[in-house]
């Protein structure tokens, strides 16, 4: 089991400017896995494509993934292209990962996609993805999609498709459609008894996820947690000490990432809650990241 650790930037993050170069560039330096961006219309966050494609011209080895890209709302056979396309070009080190898109009226305005429908247009897109990825005629004739031979090239070598999340309707998405799971705010229980339910629906559908395609993405602090994210793990999890998602110094985190490698969890996501504002800032705080986390990778 390959255990690589890899960085993110969530929603909230600033780096729009040069020291997303910078950071891109210390990562690739230190030997970091992959580089996760988050989508957020409505905040600082890049633009996925736009920040992933930026990465892959500045690095050689670095993968990169979002966390995550929203699906309902974009057109698959467009987005397929565009995904094949860079991950044909970056010598395929690109790790797509979708979701519905965050429980919000601007951000649903901004995709166009009414709540009660983003369940069923991810499936449905996520399908003729799928089959663009093939390099066949794409022939599909659903509620929201209709293409008759519609074929999409470059064809790449290889497209896993990651998916996260935690509740019951999503670990039976990720085990009918996705090759990897990447959930956030769980504890190594959580992942145990998500990984038994996707296993068993993978099953049910003569379908398999590799063994080292589990990963979960951790956030974390030096020092207390913001009281605003503590208020929300309280409500969304009252029955946790928010110590146990959210590790708050590079020994805690070293020891979680530990608990979960027990259980079988190989590929790590490590997101600062509260990020570097500087350009040394994030050198330091890089530097200290690799000589804490780089050791436990295998």
């Known amino acids: 089991m390959k255990v690589r650790i890899g960085y993110g930037l969530g929603t909230r993050t600033t780096l729009h400017d040069e020291r997303f170069g910078l950071v891109v560039d210390e990562l690739e330096r230190h030997g ?26 500045r690095t050689t080895n670095l993968k990169f993934g979002m966390s995550v890209m929203v699906l309902p709302g974009r057109n698959p056979i467009v987005l397929a292209k565009a995904l094949a396309t860079l991950g044909t070009m970056s010598g395929g080190r690109l790790l797509p990962a979708f979701g519905l898109g965050q429980v919000h009226p601007m951000e649903q305005q901004a995709f166009g996609v009414d709540r009660k429908e983003r369940a069923a247009w991810f499936d449905e897109a996520m399908s003729v993805m799928r089959q663009c990825w093939t390099g066949e005629p794409v022939v599909h004739d659903g509620e929201r999609f209709h293409y008759d031979g519609v074929r999409v090239r470059p064809v790449p070598k290889r497209m896993d498709v990651w998916l996260g999340g935690i509740a019951p309707s999503e670990l039976k998405r990720v085990g009918r459609l996705a090759d990897g799971w990447l959930p956030s705010f769980v504890t190594p229980a959580d992942a145990a008894a998500g990984r038994e339910v996707i296993e068993q629906v993978c099953t049910e559908h003569n379908r398999e996820i590799e063994d080292d395609h589990y990963g979960v993405l951790i956030p974390y602090s030096l020092g207390d947690a913001p009281t605003p994210l503590l208020e929300q793990l309280a409500k969304r999890r009252p029955d946790l000490d928010p110590s146990e998602l959210v590790p708050t110094s590079w020994e805690a985190l070293r020891s979680l990432i530990g608990r979960f490698v027990d259980i079988g969890t190989s590929k790590f996501v490590v997101l600062p809650i509260d990020e570097p504002t500087t350009v040394d800032a994030w050198q330091t705080h890089l530097t200290e990241a690799a000589d804490a986390l780089l050791p436990l990778e295998t």
């Open 32 to 57: 970091f896995d992959s580089l996760w961006v988050s989508e957020k219309i409505g905040g600082d966050a890049p633009d996925p494509m736009v920040a992933m494609s930026y990465a892959a011209g």
